[in-house]
Protein backbone atom coordinates (compact mmCIF):
# COMPACT_ATOMS: atom_id res chain seq x y z
CA UNK A 1 0.00 0.00 0.00
CA UNK A 2 1.42 3.34 -1.48
CA UNK A 3 2.52 6.44 1.91
CA UNK A 4 1.38 8.96 -0.57
CA UNK A 5 -0.78 11.48 1.22
CA UNK A 6 0.00 14.90 -0.35
CA UNK A 7 0.09 15.62 -4.17
CA UNK A 8 2.27 18.50 -5.00
CA UNK A 9 3.58 20.89 -7.50
CA UNK A 10 6.74 22.40 -8.32
CA UNK A 11 6.84 25.51 -9.88
CA UNK A 12 10.24 26.95 -11.05
CA UNK A 13 13.44 24.59 -11.96
CA UNK A 14 15.94 26.92 -11.42
CA UNK A 15 18.35 26.75 -8.54
CA UNK A 16 16.68 26.99 -5.53
CA UNK A 17 13.75 24.22 -6.74
CA UNK A 18 16.69 21.76 -7.44
CA UNK A 19 17.53 22.21 -4.27
CA UNK A 20 14.14 21.43 -2.93
CA UNK A 21 13.64 18.72 -5.61
CA UNK A 22 15.83 16.51 -2.83
CA UNK A 23 13.21 16.78 -0.19
CA UNK A 24 10.68 16.17 -2.59
CA UNK A 25 12.31 12.81 -3.66
CA UNK A 26 13.17 11.43 -0.62
CA UNK A 27 9.75 12.37 1.63
CA UNK A 28 7.70 9.33 1.20
CA UNK A 29 4.59 10.90 2.28
CA UNK A 30 5.03 12.99 -1.26
CA UNK A 31 3.54 12.30 -4.93
CA UNK A 32 5.60 14.85 -7.15
CA UNK A 33 2.63 15.02 -10.02
CA UNK A 34 4.07 18.23 -12.31
CA UNK A 35 7.17 20.42 -12.43
CA UNK A 36 6.06 23.77 -14.12
CA UNK A 37 8.62 25.72 -15.70
CA UNK A 38 8.78 28.52 -18.97
CA UNK A 39 11.99 26.74 -20.01
CA UNK A 40 9.96 23.40 -20.99
CA UNK A 41 13.64 21.40 -20.82
CA UNK A 42 14.29 22.56 -16.91
CA UNK A 43 11.41 21.39 -16.39
CA UNK A 44 11.53 18.16 -18.07
CA UNK A 45 14.75 17.41 -16.47
CA UNK A 46 13.85 17.99 -13.54
CA UNK A 47 9.94 15.82 -13.80
CA UNK A 48 12.74 12.72 -14.99
CA UNK A 49 14.32 13.32 -11.35
CA UNK A 50 10.91 12.83 -10.32
CA UNK A 51 8.76 9.48 -10.61
CA UNK A 52 5.39 9.67 -11.96
CA UNK A 53 5.82 13.59 -11.96
CA UNK A 54 4.68 15.39 -16.17
CA UNK A 55 6.45 18.55 -17.33
CA UNK A 56 4.59 21.30 -18.07
CA UNK A 57 5.90 25.40 -19.18
CA UNK A 58 1.80 26.29 -17.95
CA UNK A 59 1.17 26.88 -14.62
CA UNK A 60 -2.48 27.45 -15.01
CA UNK A 61 -3.20 23.82 -15.54
CA UNK A 62 -1.22 22.81 -12.61
CA UNK A 63 -3.15 25.55 -10.48
CA UNK A 64 -6.50 24.18 -11.59
CA UNK A 65 -5.98 20.62 -11.16
CA UNK A 66 -7.94 18.94 -9.03
CA UNK A 67 -5.15 16.33 -8.66
CA UNK A 68 -2.60 19.30 -6.99
CA UNK A 69 -3.07 19.59 -3.07
CA UNK A 70 0.13 22.00 -3.02
CA UNK A 71 2.39 23.94 -4.50
CA UNK A 72 5.86 25.20 -4.00
CA UNK A 73 6.71 28.34 -5.30
CA UNK A 74 10.41 28.42 -6.54
CA UNK A 75 9.93 31.01 -9.73
CA UNK A 76 11.58 34.63 -9.74
CA UNK A 77 9.85 36.63 -6.92
CA UNK A 78 8.68 39.13 -9.27
CA UNK A 79 6.02 36.58 -10.07
CA UNK A 80 5.24 35.02 -6.19
CA UNK A 81 2.64 37.62 -5.58
CA UNK A 82 0.43 36.05 -8.07
CA UNK A 83 0.88 32.42 -7.89
CA UNK A 84 0.25 32.89 -4.19
CA UNK A 85 -3.12 34.35 -5.16
CA UNK A 86 -4.05 31.41 -7.64
CA UNK A 87 -3.24 28.83 -5.52
CA UNK A 88 -4.37 30.01 -2.64
CA UNK A 89 -7.85 30.96 -4.88
CA UNK A 90 -7.78 27.31 -6.11
CA UNK A 91 -7.48 25.80 -2.39
CA UNK A 92 -3.96 24.67 -2.48
CA UNK A 93 -1.62 24.96 0.14
CA UNK A 94 1.20 27.16 -0.66
CA UNK A 95 5.09 26.57 0.05
CA UNK A 96 6.84 30.35 -1.35
CA UNK A 97 9.99 31.29 -1.12
CA UNK A 98 11.03 34.56 0.04
CA UNK A 99 9.83 37.18 -0.50
CA UNK A 100 6.20 37.48 -1.34
CA UNK A 101 6.91 40.96 -3.19
CA UNK A 102 9.54 43.15 -2.95
CA UNK A 103 6.46 46.12 -2.57
CA UNK A 104 4.84 45.81 0.82
CA UNK A 105 0.60 47.12 -1.12
CA UNK A 106 1.35 43.87 -3.07
CA UNK A 107 2.56 41.64 -0.08
CA UNK A 108 -0.40 42.58 1.91
CA UNK A 109 -2.61 41.89 -0.96
CA UNK A 110 -1.63 37.95 -1.46
CA UNK A 111 -1.37 37.77 2.04
CA UNK A 112 -4.98 38.64 2.10
CA UNK A 113 -6.05 36.25 -0.27
CA UNK A 114 -4.18 33.54 1.47
CA UNK A 115 -5.93 34.80 4.94
CA UNK A 116 -9.24 34.65 3.47
CA UNK A 117 -9.32 31.38 1.34
CA UNK A 118 -7.98 30.04 4.89
CA UNK A 119 -4.90 27.82 2.82
CA UNK A 120 -2.03 26.92 5.02
CA UNK A 121 1.05 29.21 3.75
CA UNK A 122 4.46 28.94 4.67
CA UNK A 123 7.23 31.26 3.47
CA UNK A 124 11.05 29.80 3.08
CA UNK A 125 12.78 31.57 5.95
CA UNK A 126 14.62 27.94 6.00
CA UNK A 127 17.51 29.03 8.51
CA UNK A 128 14.76 29.01 11.14
CA UNK A 129 14.56 25.46 10.83
CA UNK A 130 18.43 24.74 11.08
CA UNK A 131 19.44 22.86 13.66
CA UNK A 132 22.02 25.47 15.45
CA UNK A 133 19.09 28.45 15.00
CA UNK A 134 16.34 26.39 16.30
CA UNK A 135 18.18 25.56 19.52
CA UNK A 136 18.86 29.08 20.37
CA UNK A 137 15.45 29.87 19.87
CA UNK A 138 14.29 27.36 22.14
CA UNK A 139 16.87 28.45 24.93
CA UNK A 140 15.95 31.93 24.26
CA UNK A 141 12.14 30.87 25.22
CA UNK A 142 13.28 29.40 27.93
CA UNK A 143 14.88 32.76 29.37
CA UNK A 144 18.78 30.89 29.49
CA UNK A 145 19.73 34.63 28.35
CA UNK A 146 17.57 36.52 30.68
CA UNK A 147 16.95 39.88 29.55
CA UNK A 148 18.78 40.31 25.76
CA UNK A 149 20.37 43.31 25.30
CA UNK A 150 22.27 43.02 22.10
CA UNK A 151 21.99 41.40 18.38
CA UNK A 152 24.77 40.78 15.83
CA UNK A 153 24.83 39.23 12.60
CA UNK A 154 27.12 38.87 9.55
CA UNK A 155 25.85 37.31 6.26
CA UNK A 156 28.55 37.40 3.55
CA UNK A 157 28.15 35.16 0.26
CA UNK A 158 31.14 34.17 -1.62
CA UNK A 159 30.20 36.80 -4.68
CA UNK A 160 27.80 38.43 -6.29
CA UNK A 161 24.49 36.74 -8.28
CA UNK A 162 24.24 37.66 -12.08
CA UNK A 163 23.29 41.39 -13.18
CA UNK A 164 20.17 40.06 -14.29
CA UNK A 165 19.44 38.59 -10.72
CA UNK A 166 20.47 41.88 -9.27
CA UNK A 167 18.12 43.75 -11.26
CA UNK A 168 15.11 42.15 -10.07
CA UNK A 169 15.96 41.73 -6.33
CA UNK A 170 15.24 44.70 -5.07
CA UNK A 171 18.43 45.38 -3.78
CA UNK A 172 20.74 44.10 -0.61
CA UNK A 173 18.31 44.39 1.75
CA UNK A 174 15.50 42.74 0.58
CA UNK A 175 17.10 39.87 -1.03
CA UNK A 176 20.32 39.22 1.33
CA UNK A 177 19.76 40.44 4.47
CA UNK A 178 16.13 39.61 4.81
CA UNK A 179 17.73 36.24 6.27
CA UNK A 180 19.18 38.00 9.05
CA UNK A 181 15.64 40.27 9.22
CA UNK A 182 13.84 37.29 9.93
CA UNK A 183 16.39 35.99 12.41
CA UNK A 184 16.27 38.86 14.39
CA UNK A 185 12.72 38.67 14.40
CA UNK A 186 13.42 35.40 15.35
CA UNK A 187 15.32 35.43 17.81
CA UNK A 188 14.68 38.87 19.59
CA UNK A 189 11.84 40.42 18.97
CA UNK A 190 9.87 43.30 16.70
CA UNK A 191 12.07 45.72 15.47
CA UNK A 192 11.10 49.69 16.08
CA UNK A 193 13.65 51.65 13.78
CA UNK A 194 17.04 51.00 11.59
CA UNK A 195 19.74 52.67 10.46
CA UNK A 196 21.13 51.28 7.48
CA UNK A 197 24.30 52.32 5.36
CA UNK A 198 25.68 50.91 1.96
CA UNK A 199 28.07 51.31 -0.34
CA UNK A 200 29.74 49.94 -3.59
CA UNK A 201 32.96 48.34 -2.66
CA UNK A 202 33.97 46.13 -5.67
CA UNK A 203 30.50 45.46 -7.78
CA UNK A 204 29.98 47.56 -10.94
CA UNK A 205 26.94 45.47 -11.19
CA UNK A 206 25.54 46.92 -8.60
CA UNK A 207 26.72 49.98 -9.07
CA UNK A 208 24.93 50.61 -12.67
CA UNK A 209 21.86 49.47 -10.87
CA UNK A 210 21.90 52.09 -7.92
CA UNK A 211 22.46 48.72 -5.65
CA UNK A 212 25.26 48.40 -2.87
CA UNK A 213 27.69 45.55 -1.97
CA UNK A 214 28.63 46.42 1.16
CA UNK A 215 26.24 47.15 4.22
CA UNK A 216 25.78 47.85 7.58
CA UNK A 217 22.45 47.77 9.52
CA UNK A 218 21.55 49.10 12.89
CA UNK A 219 18.20 48.00 14.73
CA UNK A 220 16.83 49.17 17.81
CA UNK A 221 14.06 46.47 18.80
CA UNK A 222 10.96 47.13 20.46
CA UNK A 223 12.46 45.46 23.76
CA UNK A 224 14.98 47.71 24.00
CA UNK A 225 17.55 45.40 22.58
CA UNK A 226 20.09 47.21 20.31
CA UNK A 227 21.53 44.67 16.96
CA UNK A 228 23.80 45.27 14.18
CA UNK A 229 24.02 43.38 11.27
CA UNK A 230 26.79 43.62 8.68
CA UNK A 231 26.23 42.09 4.70
CA UNK A 232 28.38 41.60 2.22
CA UNK A 233 28.38 40.33 -1.41
CA UNK A 234 31.77 39.25 -1.47
CA UNK A 235 33.73 36.83 0.72
CA UNK A 236 36.60 35.11 -0.96
CA UNK A 237 36.55 32.22 1.81
CA UNK A 238 33.25 30.86 1.04
CA UNK A 239 29.86 31.66 2.70
CA UNK A 240 30.26 34.03 5.88
CA UNK A 241 27.16 33.37 8.57
CA UNK A 242 27.66 34.46 12.13
CA UNK A 243 24.75 35.22 14.40
CA UNK A 244 25.05 36.12 18.37
CA UNK A 245 22.68 36.87 20.92
CA UNK A 246 23.78 38.85 23.77
CA UNK A 247 22.00 39.09 27.48
CA UNK A 248 22.51 39.33 30.72
CA UNK A 249 22.88 35.48 31.55
CA UNK A 250 25.54 34.71 28.92
CA UNK A 251 25.50 34.48 24.76
CA UNK A 252 24.49 32.37 22.20
CA UNK A 253 26.53 32.42 18.95
CA UNK A 254 25.39 30.37 15.98
CA UNK A 255 28.02 29.62 13.54
CA UNK A 256 29.20 26.44 10.89
CA UNK A 257 32.92 26.85 11.32
CA UNK A 258 33.11 24.05 8.94
CA UNK A 259 31.87 21.84 6.12
CA UNK A 260 33.78 18.78 7.38
CA UNK A 261 34.36 18.22 10.91
CA UNK A 262 38.02 18.05 10.15
CA UNK A 263 41.48 19.98 10.42
CA UNK A 264 44.84 19.21 8.84
CA UNK A 265 47.51 20.01 10.76
CA UNK A 266 51.12 20.18 9.10
CA UNK A 267 54.28 22.09 8.40
CA UNK A 268 53.15 25.65 8.26
CA UNK A 269 49.71 25.93 9.65
CA UNK A 270 46.31 23.64 9.71
CA UNK A 271 43.66 24.12 7.37
CA UNK A 272 39.93 23.01 7.14
CA UNK A 273 37.10 23.69 4.64
CA UNK A 274 34.27 25.78 4.47
CA UNK A 275 30.86 25.95 3.61
CA UNK A 276 30.86 27.34 0.26
CA UNK A 277 27.39 28.79 0.01
CA UNK A 278 23.21 28.70 1.24
CA UNK A 279 23.22 25.08 -0.34
CA UNK A 280 25.23 23.23 2.00
CA UNK A 281 25.51 25.24 5.13
CA UNK A 282 21.47 25.21 5.19
CA UNK A 283 21.01 21.85 3.32
CA UNK A 284 19.47 20.41 6.22
CA UNK A 285 17.54 22.96 6.80
CA UNK A 286 15.79 23.12 3.61
CA UNK A 287 14.98 19.83 4.13
CA UNK A 288 13.25 20.49 7.43
CA UNK A 289 11.56 23.14 6.50
CA UNK A 290 9.67 21.34 3.51
CA UNK A 291 9.44 18.73 5.94
CA UNK A 292 7.55 20.32 8.13
CA UNK A 293 5.36 22.45 5.92
CA UNK A 294 4.06 19.21 4.69
CA UNK A 295 3.64 17.83 8.19
CA UNK A 296 1.71 20.95 8.57
CA UNK A 297 -0.54 20.48 5.86
CA UNK A 298 -1.24 16.97 6.76
CA UNK A 299 -2.19 17.28 10.15
CA UNK A 300 -4.18 20.59 9.45
CA UNK A 301 -2.24 22.76 11.32
CA UNK A 302 -0.96 26.18 10.20
CA UNK A 303 2.70 26.25 9.15
CA UNK A 304 5.24 28.18 10.27
CA UNK A 305 6.95 30.98 9.22
CA UNK A 306 3.65 32.29 7.98
CA UNK A 307 2.41 35.47 6.54
CA UNK A 308 2.76 37.78 9.45
CA UNK A 309 6.67 36.24 9.11
CA UNK A 310 6.62 37.43 5.63
CA UNK A 311 5.89 40.67 5.89
CA UNK A 312 7.44 41.39 9.31
CA UNK A 313 11.10 40.97 7.76
CA UNK A 314 9.99 42.73 4.44
CA UNK A 315 9.08 45.69 6.13
CA UNK A 316 12.21 46.10 7.93
CA UNK A 317 13.89 45.55 4.27
CA UNK A 318 12.20 48.06 3.22
CA UNK A 319 13.01 50.21 6.24
CA UNK A 320 16.55 49.62 5.54
CA UNK A 321 16.49 50.54 2.04
CA UNK A 322 14.46 53.70 2.89
CA UNK A 323 17.40 54.78 5.71
CA UNK A 324 20.21 53.64 3.33
CA UNK A 325 18.91 56.08 0.26
CA UNK A 326 17.55 59.14 2.71
CA UNK A 327 21.12 58.82 5.13
CA UNK A 328 18.37 58.51 8.22
CA UNK A 329 16.84 56.24 10.81
CA UNK A 330 13.91 54.94 9.79
CA UNK A 331 10.76 54.21 12.40
CA UNK A 332 9.03 50.70 11.19
CA UNK A 333 5.95 53.16 11.39
CA UNK A 334 6.39 54.96 8.85
CA UNK A 335 6.61 51.66 6.64
CA UNK A 336 2.63 51.46 5.87
N1 LIG B 1 15.70 30.75 0.84
C1 LIG B 1 16.84 31.05 0.26
O1 LIG B 1 17.91 31.07 0.88
C2 LIG B 1 16.84 31.36 -1.20
C3 LIG B 1 18.00 31.14 -1.94
C4 LIG B 1 17.98 31.42 -3.31
C5 LIG B 1 16.83 31.90 -3.91
N2 LIG B 1 15.72 32.13 -3.16
C6 LIG B 1 14.50 32.66 -3.77
O2 LIG B 1 14.02 31.70 -4.69
C7 LIG B 1 13.46 32.33 -5.83
C8 LIG B 1 14.09 31.72 -7.08
O3 LIG B 1 15.49 31.96 -7.06
P1 LIG B 1 16.49 31.05 -7.93
O4 LIG B 1 17.84 31.49 -7.51
O5 LIG B 1 16.12 29.62 -7.83
O6 LIG B 1 16.16 31.58 -9.40
P2 LIG B 1 16.42 30.84 -10.79
O7 LIG B 1 16.38 31.92 -11.81
O8 LIG B 1 17.61 29.95 -10.70
O9 LIG B 1 15.15 29.89 -10.97
C9 LIG B 1 13.85 30.35 -11.20
C10 LIG B 1 13.17 29.39 -12.19
O10 LIG B 1 11.78 29.73 -12.27
C11 LIG B 1 11.39 29.64 -13.65
N3 LIG B 1 10.16 30.44 -13.82
C12 LIG B 1 10.02 31.75 -14.16
N4 LIG B 1 8.71 32.11 -14.16
C13 LIG B 1 8.00 30.99 -13.84
C14 LIG B 1 6.60 30.71 -13.69
N5 LIG B 1 5.66 31.66 -13.84
N6 LIG B 1 6.23 29.45 -13.36
C15 LIG B 1 7.16 28.47 -13.18
N7 LIG B 1 8.50 28.68 -13.30
C16 LIG B 1 8.91 29.93 -13.62
C17 LIG B 1 12.59 30.13 -14.42
O11 LIG B 1 12.59 29.73 -15.76
C18 LIG B 1 13.74 29.48 -13.60
O12 LIG B 1 14.03 28.18 -14.06
C19 LIG B 1 13.72 33.83 -5.68
O13 LIG B 1 12.53 34.45 -5.27
C20 LIG B 1 14.77 33.93 -4.57
O14 LIG B 1 14.58 35.08 -3.76
C21 LIG B 1 15.71 31.85 -1.83
Known amino acids: ??????????????????????????????????????????????????PGATATDESREILSSSEVDAIIICTPTDSHAQLIEEGARAHKAVFCEKPVALDLQRTKQALKVVEESGVPFQIGFQRRFDSG????????????????????????????????????????????????????????????????????????????????????????????????????????????????????????????????????????????????FFMDRFRDAFRAELEAFFTAVLERTMPSPGAADALGALRIGLAATQSQKLGRMVKLAEID
Not at 24 to 49: F, G, K, M, S
Not at 183 to 211: H, K, N, W
Not at 224 to 248: H, K, P, Q, W
Not at 252 to 276: C, I, M, W, Y
Open 133 to 276: YAEARKRIARGLLGRIDQFRAVGRDPGPPSKEYLAKSGGLFLDQAIHEFDLARFLVGEVQSVFAVGVVRFSDDAADLGDVDTATTILHFENGALGVIENSRRAVYGYDIVTEVFGEAGKLVVQAERKTPLRFFREGGSEQDHHH
Open 1 to 50: MSDIKLRVALLGAGRIGQEHCRTLIADPRIQVVAVCDPRLEAARQTAATL
